[in-house]
């Protein structure tokens, strides 16, 4: 019997379990339908940024970021967390007073973000072509991480705390009782190979783990598992590729996103460039096959974006979701039935950077069930209200 | 074989490294990969992936998996190229 079952072993679900258990909970239980770093946590670009439009993503990022400058000392595992900073270009008017906007916004919350004229961005990026760009942000404090070791390092502190944790096992149904869920109906799972659908095959009989408290952090898939809840979700899945060239000495200090064509790059600390560009329109659905067309779009805005990048040669693409909501805010904390039932989902192209402060959070509304203003504005009966909210600085 | 065996020559893997993430209780070849990196180097799994399935294979006691997914491109290509080609549909 768990106290805990947490559904997805991303870095929310990790994130969740680590700080469940060092509040001193026992018996929490995360399952994944496949292998961690499986979701959009393995496949992410790992920028980690406070520039955002709304106060309440600028004050948890700036904890996030924290969190991440002593992820390694608490964790014992090297993230390569770089804080080159971000560099925002926009091409609009439009866009250009939002980000000046954005800007004394994000002064306001103590963050040192300033506008940057086009001598000052080829001073930061030499390299940059910065004609039609029409203002352009940067905030020194943003930075970059490696993915995969960060979602390791969750998941080896949280066993190390007694928490136990599942990959290839899918979650296939509850039961339920009174409007509470009594127990989680899991599946062993193993890879179909090299089939591109997002299937799974099972790999034993299903059982049921009994609970007392679930928590939903699958990602993209969420709504998925809501269903089998009967908990309606407005999420929708939306693929996004990514890719990565050949490891080059250090040149690029920021990552470089351009809010007008969804393009951002910047340089891992293992010298690649990594990065994408918004594509229009993917096919429906969770969908995590590499295309040809944004490879092309891709590399025609990288090379606008920085002539000198045209003989670096692409070593590989990938794929994800991210997990969009009608607003462009997250799904988060508990529903009115069932009762013990927690939602952690709805994170858009921003949920990796939002995982070191969103599993305290979450571990503490799961913990002592209180709901605190930040959860209730984030909750999912908002949609129902039409009490949206609002954020512009979205990637993508 | 020695434990500082070279798996991996791109991404500096040795078999020491492959050795700790079955250690940590990684038992599929995906698991493996993220675990250590091999495979996402230069040549992209070309020399790696079968020795590191090889050893998979021995200490599951399974029949060796099929490769890690692959990632486009086949070999590397420079982004001037791929600027000038038209776009594809969807594939
Ligand atoms: C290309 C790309 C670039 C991105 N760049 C950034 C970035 O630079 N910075 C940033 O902060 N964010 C970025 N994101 C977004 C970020 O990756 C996600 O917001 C974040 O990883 C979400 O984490 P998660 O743990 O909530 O979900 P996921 O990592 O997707 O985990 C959900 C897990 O649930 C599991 N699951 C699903 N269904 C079931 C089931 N029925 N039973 C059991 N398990 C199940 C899945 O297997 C999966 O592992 C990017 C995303 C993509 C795709």
Same mark, same amino acid.
């Given at each position: 019997?768990?106290?805990? #079952? ?20 026992? +018996? &929490?239980?995360?399952?994944?339908? $496949?292998?961690?770093c ?8 790992? /920028? ?15 904890e ?9 000392? =608490?964790? @014992? ?26 800007v ?5 919350c103590?963050?040192?973000?300033r ?5 000052e961005?080829? @001073? ?9 760009? %029409?203002?352009?942000?940067f ?5 970059? &991480? ?9 998941? %080896? ?8 944790? @599942?990959?290839?096992?899918?979650? &296939? ?25 997002? =299937?799974?095959?099972?790999?034993? +009989?299903?059982? $049921? ?9 699958a /990602? ?20 996004h =590729?990514?890719?990565? $060239?050949?490891? *080059? @000495? ?13 393009l ?5 600390? %293992? ?23 944004f ?10 974006? #920085? ?8 070593? %590989? ?14 799904i ?6 069932p009762?013990?039932?927690? *939602? ?6 921003? /949920? ?15 913990? $002592?069930?209180?709901?605190s ?7 999912? +009966?908002?949609?129902?209200?039409g009490?949206? &909210? ?5 990637i993508? | ?26 038992r ?9 990196g ?54």
């Open positions: 019997m768990a106290r805990v #079952v947490v559904i997805g072993a991303g870095i929310l679900g990790l994130a969740t379990a680590y700080n469940l258990a060092k509040r001193g909970v026992r +018996d &929490v239980l995360v399952v994944d339908r $496949t292998y961690l499986g979701g959009a946590s393995g496949r992410n670009g790992g /920028g980690v940024r406070a520039q955002f439009s709304s106060e309440i993503n600028i004050r948890l990022m700036r996030s970021i924290a969190i991440c400058r002593d992820f390694a000392t =608490e964790m @014992k595992i090297n993230v390569w967390f770089r804080q080159g900073g971000y560099l925002f270009l926009t091409r609009t008017a439009a866009r250009a007073r939002e980000l000046e906007e954005n004394a916004l994000q002064n306001r103590g963050l040192p973000t506008m940057v004229d086009a001598a961005m080829r @001073k930061i990026v030499p390299e940059l072509a910065t004609e039609g760009v %029409r203002a352009a942000s905030n020194p404090g943003d930075g970059v &991480v490696f993915p995969w070791p960060f979602v390791w390092g969750y998941a %080896r502190a949280a066993t190390d705390l007694g928490v136990t944790i @599942k990959p290839f096992t899918e979650v &296939v149904g509850f039961e339920t009782r009174n409007g509470r869920i009594t127990g989680v109906r899991l599946r062993p799972t193993r890879l179909s190979p090299l089939d591109a659908s997002d =299937e799974v095959l099972p790999a034993g +009989d299903a059982f $049921t783990e009994e609970c007392n408290e679930v928590v939903i952090c /990602g993209a898939w969420s709504p998925k598992v809501a269903e089998l809840l009967g908990v309606a979700l407005p999420n929708k899945p939306h693929r =590729e990514i890719c990565a $060239t050949e490891p *080059l @000495k250090p040149w690029l200090g920021p990552l470089v996103a351009d809010l007008t064509d969804g951002y790059f910047s340089q891992s600390m %293992r010298g690649e460039i990594v990065g994408g560009v918004a594509v229009d329109p993917v096919p429906e659905g969770i969908n995590q096959q590499s295309s040809r067309r490879l092309t779009t891709y590399a025609r805005a990288l090379v606008g974006a #920085v002539p000198t990048m045209a003989g670096v040669r692409v070593l %590989r693409q990938w794929a994800g979701c991210y997990d969009l909501t009608p607003d462009g805010g997250p988060v904390g508990r529903v009115p039935d009762s013990n039932l927690t *939602l952690a989902c709805g994170f858009m192209g921003h /949920g990796f950077m939002m995982a070191p402060v969103m599993g305290r959070l979450l571990a503490e509304h799961v913990d $002592t069930g209180e709901t203003d930040l959860f209730a504005r984030w909750s999912l +009966d908002r949609f129902a209200r009490d949206l &909210v609002h954020e512009n600085m979205i993508g | 074989m020695t434990a500082k065996a070279m798996l991996c020559r791109c991404e500096d893997v040795t078999l020491d490294e492959v050795m700790e993430a079955l250690e940590a209780g990684h599929d070849i995906e698991s493996v990969k993220r675990y250590t091999f495979g996402t180097g230069w040549c992209q799994g070309k020399q790696c992936v079968v020795a590191c399935a090889r050893i998979l294979a021995k200490a599951t006691g399974r029949a060796p998996e099929l490769p890690i997914t692959p990632r486009p491109p086949l070999h590397p290509v420079a982004l001037g190229v791929l600027a000038s080609l038209g776009d594809a549909e969807e594939g």
